[in-house]
């Protein structure tokens, strides 16, 4: 990938010699970052990634002698794994959420041999296969990632890196929603608070 270089500057000092080229986006253990804090380079990475695993499994998760049951957790494990990978951390907005719905759903209907025409519900067709909606999927994600990090230390590297305010200018407009909207959102949703983090089976 050719990185995208910021106007007016194409590199950083990091020392008498070295330099290292400033990018707007680049690629971290198989996730885009990108500058501005988006979900949305991360999201399209990741569908792409789910999809490039869906293909290698084709033969299996449309094969009629194996169990839709089967399929679904052939699905849950090795395709859809691959495109939440690193979602707990994602501060997901409606249309990335609706993005990774829409892909999911594509996938569904091929594992279950139906098509848009037949109208059948997707409820219906998630039931077949076994599958949670991965809404829920991504709520699970982020709400295990956030207790975790309020068990750790307020000392600990993490919870600095939560609590920490960038300082400067903000720009006009609505700020970008955050990690920490996410999880306020969907413990709300939950009917949940802090003190509930304090207990991992909860």
């Not at 990938?1 to 080229?21: F, Q, Y």
């Not at 959420?97 to 569904?108: S, Y």
């Not at 960038?166 to 929603?177: C, D, I, Q, T």
């Amino acid at each position: 990938m050719h990185p995208v270089t910021s106007a007016g500057r194409t590199s950083v000092d990091i020392g008498a010699s070295a330099k290292l080229e400033l990018v707007d986006k680049f690629c971290y253990l198989g996730d885009m970052l990108s500058v501005d804090g988006d979900a949305d380079t991360a999201v399209e990475t990741r569908i792409g990634f789910g999809w490039n695993k869906f293909t290698q499994l084709v033969p299996l998760l449309t094969n009629k002698d194996v169990s839709l049951i089967m399929r679904g957790r052939l699905y849950s494990s090795c395709v859809r794994s691959s495109m939440l990978h690193g979602s707990e951390t994602w501060p997901l907005k409606k249309k990335n959420v609706v993005a990774l719905q829409r892909e999911e759903m594509r996938m569904v209907r091929w594992m279950c041999g139906v098509k848009v025409k037949n109208r059948l519900l997707s409820k219906e067709l998630r039931e077949r296969l076994g599958v949670d909606v991965i809404t829920l999927v991504l709520q699970q994600s982020w709400l295990r990632w956030y207790g975790p990090v309020l068990r750790k230390d307020d000392n600990d590297w993490v919870m600095k890196c939560m609590e920490h305010e960038v300082e400067g200018s903000r720009l006009r407009g609505r700020p970008k929603k955050t990690w920490k909207e996410v999880i306020r959102e969907d413990c709300q949703a939950r009917k949940l608070n802090k003190k509930d983090t304090m207990d991992r089976c909860k």
